[in-house]
């Protein structure tokens, strides 16, 4: 029992000191306490929460401008990375009227090579990856229509040349009647 209770212990003072390292870097974090991030009071976490909720209000033309200027205060630190995610986002959003999976794939992009050891790069790996398919079974399905209205028209063609074969043969059915009745009468 003894040390069933000291396990028990052991891991509750193990998941107090993890919970409490997550809370003390994440509020490092924010602040900019980590190597890479840039120091609190440059407005750019500040715009980048901005461009985010102006993106929550569909508000794209905002929400691209703030993503854009948190990019390029940066320089290649965070939240540039968190930007250039939006940014994807942003573009790849169905609701978006400049919706262009092009842009959207050139902002994970740059995440993932300029900012390779950020914690957005794997999920900008992923979402590049599923945009990417999403672009090819598109083009699979735009041949597929096309084909299927080629095999329309071809349909469509067959079955005129079917109703005109048709046509000749009950005009030469008509011709071999009127024949045999020619025939009929002469012999008589």
Sequence with gaps: ???NMDRILKQT?????FLAFLLISGHAFSEGRFPGSLPQGDGARE???HGQRLLAEHD???A???CRVVVSMSKGKSPGDEALLCLGQIFSDPQNPRKDLSVSIASFEKLTKEYSQSMWANLARVLMANLKEQGRLKQA???SSQENERLKRLFND???ENARLKKIVEESKAVDAAIEEKKKDQAK
């Design 1 to 3: 029992m003894v040390s």
């Design 13 to 17: 003072f193990f998941y107090v000191a």
């Design 47 to 49: 715009r980048l929460a």
């Design 60 to 62: 794209y033309e905002g």
């Design 64 to 66: 691209i401008r703030e």
């Design 141 to 143: 399905m735009r041949k």
């Design 158 to 160: 067959s079955a005129q």
